[in-house]
């Protein structure tokens, strides 16, 4: 079983070829191996060390192996200028580095060593060292405050380095020890340096615009064109807050070249097969700057330049001004050395980034095999030369049979997986096909028909399965999130006395907590159609004939939903359940069906929500007044609200307040039960008669709604807008996230449901923004307070739901009070 490692990498070696190199520093952070312990001790030096337990091997972040004493600690007293003493880390190749992680040595509280501030040098070949500044130039990095806490740095600029050194400093002599993660992306370009004209000065109405690589580390080195930013359409502005104008480009006036061309050297790291170059381009045409008119490129492998360049002439854009990547093809030329020509085709030449497509060229494998092809100075007997080329080529040979039948085993292996992921999701997912002629309906249209079926394609939303899977590969840009998750989770409980894993409320067993006296009806696993025979339940089954079919309502999780007719209901209802109406007129309730071909999970669940549903008593939560359970379709059947959801309704009301004091009410009565909603909006509260709110939980609209749901991988859909960031990153669902939820939907209320909570934000910047509250580091983003919303209750309310720490969010209790308070 030792194939599978290698298969692996000889797989790896052949797709380099394809790679997509250019890179994206939001998406290149992942930590590169010093806590994971994928960076080797002997990978890690030092220029010295305190003692064997402190040597540099141990300066891994947030690891500790028992060995030593946690940190690297140097042997002397680290001194104010930063340069002497460091800690090395060998890359063991090129990475594009975008973050740093420090930590200080506490040696379970034997050590009290940290580095305040820090500076870094970083190699690409061991010899030429580059000291690393911001892009105010500014080399100090401030480090941390304590011998505990881990502190992540942006490098802004990003380098590009295989050699890095954390060089400690202090504001006077004292002993530092230091603990560092890097995190990043292994860098396929293999660009290693290139030269191009110093950039030019604009002068646009009175304004100096600069154009200069102003983060080029060194007269061969990189720069602003591999840092992974590309500049905006209007040249004027910048990524980067605070810039000078023109920051984001490099730029050429075509007055000081008088061949018409700019001329650019990249030197790489071995000899390439070039596919493609991609250049960003400015084109404000209108302030004189457009894309190259023609690029010519030159190709070196050894000390002279081949005779016959690539010549490329792409369609000069002259209606849209939007900056662009223009892709120039190589035509698969083989050089370590490319010389490229861009000429003007206007006043002035921005470019903000260059990337290249390439592959290792062939002769890579010659050199890996160590044949002396090309040595004129070995004489080699050419009889052994042949045999030996043949038993390399059949080797070859062999060895790309054995990488493609595992390839078409794993392919295989895939396949049988999604086929089982899809069998598990049909157990997810509840596909409507629900025959309406299954109700003995008096509807005159419906007695006349023979039963048509209706399909939905809605799935489940809740509750998220065991292995809840991660909302989006995005997450993965949160190295922090991923080292402090286990630490995150001791530290943090459910408040209020909740557990983490807090029921949904249409799915816990209330039964233990409001009947414990009840010995053999307390199971709800499994459910069967005898639950409600007994007399210890208050449901009873009400005659199908008497339901009258008016129109359907939507569809639901289980199947679908519609409104009916239910003749002689009042006389049926039990005290406790009577509700308003004429008691000689049939009363309009929602009926919720399973479909016939539900599978036993679906059918469980479906009973094990009727017996949760028939337990619930408060004036704010829908109330099940009856069931059908005695044949196929199964049926439960609730109050229908006349007014619908509150989300449509909002526009006609103006006692906003009111409303919610009338959610926060029934959230406060699921709280006091230890159930989490989980799904709290107001497309969930739905309103009647005398605008009564009723919180529910039975999706009658949610393909109307589908735009309020993010798909996870193809798992679960979920409502990420109104979430809780813990919910989102951690899947947890607790009583807090519930109040964050309520925060949201107040927000709603309060803005007429005009507009979709963070519209200005696409599905993935929200999950960004959650990010942002995990570190919380002041970056997040807010809902904004609405128009004509009272400050105390945008301020000390709506804001305190949205806390980071979920203990410090207010109960319902509390909420319900102030928006009681503020009615007065």
Not at 322 to 342: N, Q, Y
Not at 403 to 408: F, N
Not at 466 to 489: N, V
Request: aromatic fraction near 10%.
């Amino acid at each position: 079983m030792e194939v599978k490692p290698i298969t692996h990498h000889l797989f790896f070696v052949l797709l380099t070829a394809t790679v997509r190199t250019q890179v994206n520093p939001e998406m290149c952070r992942y930590p590169l191996g010093m806590t994971g312990g994928q960076i080797q001790d002997e990978d890690i030096s030092a220029s010295s060390q305190w003692s064997e337990s402190t040597a540099a091997k141990f300066g891994r972040l947030d690891f500790d192996n028992g060995d030593g004493d946690g940190a690297w600690c140097p042997d002397i007293m680290s001194e104010p200028d930063g340069l002497k003493e460091y800690l090395q880390v060998d890359l063991r190749s090129l990475h594009f580095i975008t973050l740093v992680g420090t930590q200080g040595r506490h040696a379970d509280g034997m050590g009290n060593e940290f580095a305040q501030r820090y500076r870094i040098k970083y190699s690409r070949n061991g010899s030429n060292w580059v000291g690393w500044h911001d892009r105010k130039g500014r080399q100090i990095i401030e480090g941390n405050r304590n011998a505990y806490d881990v502190v992540l740095k942006d490098l802004e600029p990003p380098i590009i380095a295989r050699y890095v050194r954390f060089m400690p400093v202090t504001d006077h002599s004292m002993i530092v020890c230091m603990r560092v993660e890097l995190y990043g992306c292994e860098w396929l370009d293999g660009l290693m340096s290139y030269s191009i004209p110093d950039g030019h000065l604009m002068i646009y109405r009175g304004l100096d615009v600069y154009f200069n690589d102003s983060v080029y580390d060194g007269t061969t080195g990189l720069g602003q064109l591999t840092d992974g930013t590309w500049g905006l359409d209007d040249f004027l502005h910048s990524h980067i807050y605070g810039m000078w104008p023109g920051y984001d480009y490099v730029g050429w006036n075509n007055k000081s070249f008088p061949k018409g061309y700019v001329e650019m050297i990249f030197e790489f790291d071995h000899v390439r097969n070039f596919t493609s170059m991609k250049v960003h381009c400015n084109n404000m045409f209108s302030r004189g700057v457009r894309m190259f008119r023609q690029a010519t490129c030159y190709f070196r492998s050894g000390s002279d330049w081949e005779t016959e360049p690539v010549t490329f002439r792409p369609t000069v854009d002259r209606v849209s001004q939007i900056a662009r990547f223009v892709a120039v093809p190589l035509g698969d030329r083989t050089a370590s050395t490319i010389k490229c020509r861009f000429h003007f085709s206007d006043l002035w030449l921005l470019f903000s980034e260059v990337a290249f497509q390439s592959g290792k060229n062939n002769s890579a494998w010659v050199s890996f095999l160590s044949v002396p092809w090309d040595d004129p100075t070995h004489k080699v007997d050419d009889s052994n030369t042949r045999i030996l080329i043949g038993c390399l080529v059949a080797i070859i040979a062999i060895l790309l049979a054995i990488i493609v039948i595992i390839l078409w085993r794993q392919v295989w292996q895939k396949m049988l997986e999604k086929a089982s992921r899809r069998m598990l999701d049909d157990e997810l997912t509840a596909r409507l096909a629900v025959q309406t002629q299954a109700f003995s309906f008096h509807h005159s249209s419906l007695s006349s028909e023979g039963g048509s079926t209706s399909n939905s394609t809605y799935e489940r939303i809740f509750p998220l399965c065991a292995d809840y899977q991660e909302p989006s590969r995005l997450i993965r840009k949160l190295p922090e999130f991923a080292q402090s998750t286990e630490h995150l989770g001791r530290k943090e409980k459910t408040q209020s006395g909740g557990s983490e894993g807090a029921p949904h409320y249409a799915e816990a067993d209330i039964i233990s907590l409001q009947e414990s006296s009840d010995s053999g009806t307390d199971s709800i696993t499994p459910v069967n159609i005898n639950l409600f025979a007994g007399t210890d339940s208050s449901m009873k089954e009400f005659p199908r004939h008497k339901l009258t079919f008016k129109e359907k309502l939507g569809e639901g999780q289980f199947g679908e939903v519609h409104l009916c007719e239910a003749e002689g209901m009042q006389d049926f209802l039990l005290e406790d359940l009577s509700i308003e109406g004429n008691k000689e007129s049939p009363l309009l309730v929602a009926v919720k069906t399973l479909r016939e071909d539900a599978n036993k999970n679906a059918r469980n669940d479906f009973l094990k929500e009727i017996r949760i549903m028939s337990r619930l008593r408060d004036p704010n939560i829908v109330r099940l007044l009856a069931v059908c359970v005695d044949t196929d379709p199964l049926c439960m059947i609730t109050e229908y609200m006349e007014n619908g959801d509150l989300n449509q309704f909002l526009c006609n009301l103006s006692k906003l307040i009111g409303m919610a004091v009338q959610i926060a009410s029934g959230m406060k009565y699921l709280s006091s039960l230890n159930f989490v909603h989980r799904d709290l909006a107001t497309r969930n509260c739905l309103v009647g008669k005398n605008y009564t709110i009723k919180i529910a939980d039975f999706g009658m609209s949610r393909n109307l709604y589908r735009g309020d749901y993010y798909r996870i991988q193809g798992r679960a859909v979920l409502p990420i807008r109104w979430m809780s960031w813990e919910s989102i990153l951690l899947g947890k669902f607790t009583m807090a996230s519930d109040v964050w939820a309520f925060g949201v939907t107040l927000w709603e209320i309060l803005t007429l449901c005009k507009e979709q909570p963070y519209s200005q934000l696409s599905d993935e910047q929200v999950i960004e923004n959650t990010g942002e509250f995990f570190r919380d580091q002041g970056k997040q983003v807010y809902l904004p307070k609405p128009p004509y919303c009272p400050d105390r209750i945008y301020h000390d309310l709506m804001l305190s739901c949205w806390r980071r720490n979920a203990k410090q969010r207010p109960s319902f209790q509390e909420i319900h009070t102030l928006l009681m308070d503020s009615l007065v």
